[in-house]
Structure formats: structure tokens, C-alpha cells
């Protein structure tokens, strides 16, 4: 080769070095090297779990340069509006690596900060002690507090895309839902983002890695294979009914919670007995009757396929899902039936094996849980992505969620290992447990790991901001040890120069590419560390 070039040269680690390296020194004369162009922004470097760091970067560098490279540096993006470039320039003083950039964007952009959420649990209410007491026949566990907050947050970014959408420059195309990204830590908590997404109707396509046996189709399919192992299942029963399979309502589960038989399948054989059953489920019992007799002696796959059919379930879910999510709703549930044919090749001698094996996969977490399916991504909804697997994407709006966290937290288990740029094999390798067992001798190593460690903490959020074209929109949860709710060193402080919004104190005209639009700041003089905050929202050029 005479040339190579390596890009995102701020995610190899030191073993990658060593490897490039030992491929250029075996071209022996320097007359036969190749030239090498490496293209990397330390601070954007994110996979610290992979041994990244930006050393190896500056290492590179260093060899290069005194081999006679060129070293060529640009602090100027043509991606981010100024506003969003001026925040960057104001909140990232203190990162060592940052230096102040400009921007060749004509957008002048806009910052929003929305309030943190403070949503509490509502108290359970209280119920008769009876039998049949029917409170949520479908909740299984109650929702936590914190849970509780996330949907709130997600409800509060969800208002506010509303109120963006409504008030978007009239000289540019409507804003598509397609244009917004909502950006998370983790998926952690994706269920609950996606709740309080759907309660105020916002469309939105979710990356959940493993997270085909969370989906709400394929646990509609999972709780027919439980009942139909064990029909005394009420619990089971109630969500198959409740499901868009069957279409039962409120007042069906109600009536059957209050039949004398002791399992809700006898009180509906009986109801049927005496021809008391309305349309709706007089089809779910004539159904369930078909498939109990099938699940005898067919394959789980082929059973699954038959109920594909006989419920006509693409149709059915088809009619009840947004249209925005119809086509992940209906690839989740081909891909669930995939799953029964791909699992030991469907030769599972019972439900109950099958359904063994899914709560396996579902327990060994992202690794080896099976996906969602891969859907039209020209679909118009909004897109929930982790920072790291939006790395080199972009849009028009970028919301950080969760941002009012500390970094993030010590790791209690693992392996130290000290691997300098240059060095062709590590220095110091040792494994540890938690903190009192670190020893004092390895003090030194823990304090550069740490630092490390919060370096990327800051270049996580500079990646998350650096997404947007116009607009950044920061939330978060309300952090009850601290007195105003926000968690010290945590991204959401960084914003917190910027009086908090709501969709309903925005104003109804904003003008995107207006020097009178609110949201947009820069420093208040060269050198200041202060921002005028104009119309109580944002800082103005």
C-alpha cells in the first residue's frame, strides 16, 4: 500500500496501536513507507470500555509529525448553529481538551432547557378485600417512583416537540418527526420513555438492542403460550383478552372478575354454556379452545403460525397500533415467530421448555437476548438512540434525556490495567473488587483511571450536543438530595444558565433564522464567564 488512511482515530486503543505500528516498521526502509493520514477528535473519544483513549491520539500524532507529517487542525464545524457553538465555547472551559471553535452553519439555533420532572407516585388505592377485587388486571408490579419521573420526562419532551413542530420557521419545511433525536445514556429505561412518548402521541422508532421480549406484541404472545400450559393462569387469561388478539374491554374483565367459577376459562366455558357471551368473546373462547387442543401436539413455531393466522394478528395490530409504529409492531411479531423456528430449530417437546428457554435469553441481557426487527428507517418518527450508537449521525433537533446524573459511577469489579501509548505491552495488570480492596499501592493507577473516567464523562456530552444542527433540547429527572434538583457536575448544570421552559411559556412565533429569536447566546464579553439571558429564556446576539 503507498496509502493509508485511518479514521476515528480517537477510538483505537493501545493494542490497535501497537498492531498499525508493527505493520509500518515491517516495511523496513523508510523509502518503502507508506504515507499515513489519521483523521480523529480526541474529544469525541467515548469507548473508554474498550481501552480508548485519546493518548494513543496524541501518540500518533507525535510519531507522525517527527517523521515529517503535516499535523492540520480545524476548530470550525459546518453541522452545529451558532447558538449551540457558543454553549459549547461557554460550558466546556474547563475540559482540557476542548479549545473554542466557530461554526460555518447560517442557522443561528436555539438552546432549550426544560424543568425536571417531579412526578410522584399516586398512593394505591385502597380496595375491598375480596377475592375478586379487580384493581389493574394487567399491571404486574406497581410503578416506582423513579419510573414513575422518566415517563414524566418523557411527557414533558414530548409536549415540548409538539410546541416546537407548531412554532417551526415558515420558510422552511415542516419539522418531520424524522428529524428528531432523543438521545440516552443507556437503554435502561427505554420502556419508560417510550410510555410517556405514547401517552401525548409522539411517533417514535426505538433502537432497543435485545429488547424483542419487552416489546408489548410479542409479551401479548407470550402470556397465550403461558395460559395455554396453564388455563387456571387468570392473570395470563386477562392479558390475552385485554390484547388487540381478542379486543375484550374494560367492562368484559370486569364481568368475568365477578363470576362465581373459580378460574376466569370456567367462567367463560359456562358463560358460553348459556349463551351469554357478547361477539368479542364468544370468538376468544372459540379460539382458545382451537389452539388448546393444537398446542397438544404441534411445534411451537407451527403453533404460533396458526394463531398468526386464525386471529389474523397482522390485521388486528395493524388497526390498533399508530402508524408511525405499525411497522416495528408487525416486524416484532414475524420476528418472534422467526425466534420459535431459530431456537434449537423448533424441535422443543413443550410450550413450557420454550418458554424456559426466552426467559433465559431475556435474563442474560443485551448480549445475547434477541432484537427488535430492523424496520424502514424513512419511516416520519422520532428516533431513540443511545449517544454511542448516534455517534457520526445527525438532525435537525437532538433532546438529551436523563441528563441531570453525576458521571458515571466507579466501577466495583473489574480488571486495572496500565498499557502506556509507546510501551509494546502493558505495565501493571491486576484484577479488583471494591474500593477497601484496592490497596494502596495501586493509588496512583485508580486516580488516572478516574480521571479518564470523567474526561469521558465530558466527552459523551459533547458528542450528545454536537449531533444537532438547530436545536438541543436538555431534560431530566428531579434529584430530591440536593435543594433545587440538580445533581452537582451533572450535564443538566452546565444548562442551568439558561432559565428553564415549558411548551406552554414558549413563544408561539419564534422565528428560527431571526437575531430577535429567543434561545440563542453567546458570552457576554470576550473573556466573561457570564450570559445575558434576554426574555427570561436563552441568550441573544
Not at 424483542?212 to 390475552?240: F, G, K
Not at 459533547?462 to 433540547?473: D, E, N, P, S, W
Request: include cysteine.
Amino acid at each position: 500500500y503507498r496509502h493509508i488512511l485511518i479514521d476515528e482515530f480517537q477510538d483505537t486503543n493501545p493494542l490497535q496501536w501497537q498492531i498499525v505500528r508493527a505493520w509500518l516498521q515491517a516495511y523496513g526502509d523508510e523509502d518503502d513507507h507508506p504515507t499515513v493520514f489519521i483523521v480523529g477528535d480526541p474529544k469525541q473519544s467515548i469507548y473508554r470500555f474498550r481501552r480508548a483513549e485519546p493518548r494513543v491520539f496524541e501518540s500518533a500524532r507525535e510519531m507522525l509529525v517527527a517523521k515529517g507529517a503535516a499535523n492540520l487542525a480545524t476548530r470550525q464545524t459546518h453541522r452545529n448553529a451558532q447558538a449551540i457553538v457558543d454553549f459549547l465555547n461557554h460550558s466546556m472551559q474547563s475540559n482540557p481538551l476542548y479549545e473554542a471553535q466557530s461554526t460555518a452553519s447560517r442557522h443561528l439555533g436555539q438552546v432549550w432547557r426544560l424543568p425536571l420532572a417531579t412526578s410522584q407516585v399516586d398512593p394505591e388505592p385502597e380496595v375491598e378485600n375480596s377475592e375478586f377485587s379487580l384493581r389493574d388486571p394487567l399491571q404486574i408490579a406497581p410503578m416506582s417512583k423513579d419510573d414513575s419521573r422518566r415517563v414524566e420526562e418523557a411527557r414533558l419532551v414530548g409536549l415540548a416537540l409538539h410546541q416546537l413542530r407548531t412554532q417551526w420557521d415558515d420558510k422552511t419545511p415542516q419539522l418531520e418527526w424524522s428529524q428528531i433525536i432523543l438521545l440516552v445514556r443507556s437503554r435502561t429505561h427505554l420502556m419508560d420513555y417510550e410510555r410517556g412518548l405514547r401517552e401525548v402521541g409522539v411517533p417514535f422508532i426505538s433502537s432497543r438492542r435485545g429488547g424483542l421480549l419487552d416489546a408489548l406484541e410479542v409479551a401479548d404472545l407470550m402470556a397465550l403460550l403461558r395460559w395455554l400450559t396453564v388455563s387456571a393462569d387468570n392473570h395470563a387469561l386477562a392479558h390475552v383478552l385485554k390484547s388487540p388478539m381478542m379486543g375484550a374491554s374494560d367492562d368484559d374483565l370486569i364481568g368475568l372478575a365477578s363470576a362465581e367459577q373459580a378460574t376466569w376459562w370456567q367462567r367463560l366455558l359456562s358463560a358460553q354454556a348459556e349463551a351469554s357471551l357478547n361477539s368479542v368473546l364468544e370468538r376468544a373462547v372459540n379460539l382458545l379452545l382451537g389452539w388448546q387442543q393444537a398446542a397438544t401436539y404441534l411445534p411451537v413455531h407451527d403453533l404460533l403460525d396458526r394463531i398468526m393466522h386464525e386471529a389474523d394478528l397482522p390485521s388486528r395490530y395493524a388497526i390498533t397500533t399508530p402508524a408511525a409504529n405499525r411497522a416495528q409492531v408487525l416486524g416484532n411479531l414475524n420476528e418472534f415467530l422467526a425466534l420459535a423456528l431459530d431456537l434449537d430449530a423448533g424441535r422443543y417437546p413443550s410450550i413450557a421448555r420454550f418458554l424456559d428457554r426466552l426467559a433465559k435469553l431475556k435474563r442474560s441481557g443485551e448480549q445475547d437476548a434477541p432484537d427488535e426487527a430492523n424496520i424502514d428507517a424513512a419511516l416520519d418518527a422520532v428516533r431513540i438512540m443511545t449517544i454511542h450508537g448516534a455517534k457520526g449521525l445527525e438532525a435537525e433537533v437532538v433532546v438529551m434525556m436523563d441528563a441531570n446524573h453525576s458521571d458515571s459511577q466507579r466501577d466495583d469489579l473489574g480488571v486495572l490495567c496500565e498499557w502506556p501509548q509507546d510501551s509494546e505491552s502493558p505495565t501493571h495488570l491486576s484484577v479488583f473488587g471494591k474500593t477497601k480492596e484496592r490497596g494502596y499501592a495501586r493509588r496512583d493507577l485508580f486516580a488516572t483511571e478516574e480521571n479518564f473516567r470523567l474526561q469521558e464523562h465530558w466527552n459523551l456530552l459533547y458528542v450528545a450536543i454536537t449531533r444537532a444542527k438547530k436545536i438541543v433540547i436538555v431534560s431530566g429527572i428531579h434529584n430530591d438530595k440536593t435543594e433545587e434538583g440538580v445533581t452537582e457536575e451533572s450535564w443538566y448544570q452546565k444548562f442551568c444558565t439558561i432559565e428553564a421552559i415549558t411548551p406552554e411559556t414558549i413563544d408561539a412565533q419564534v422565528e428560527m433564522d431571526a437575531k430577535k429569536a429567543a434561545g440563542y447566546f453567546t458570552a457576554k464579553a470576550p473573556g466573561s464567564d457570564e450570559l445575558t439571558t434576554p426574555k427570561g429564556r436563552g441568550l441573544t446576539d
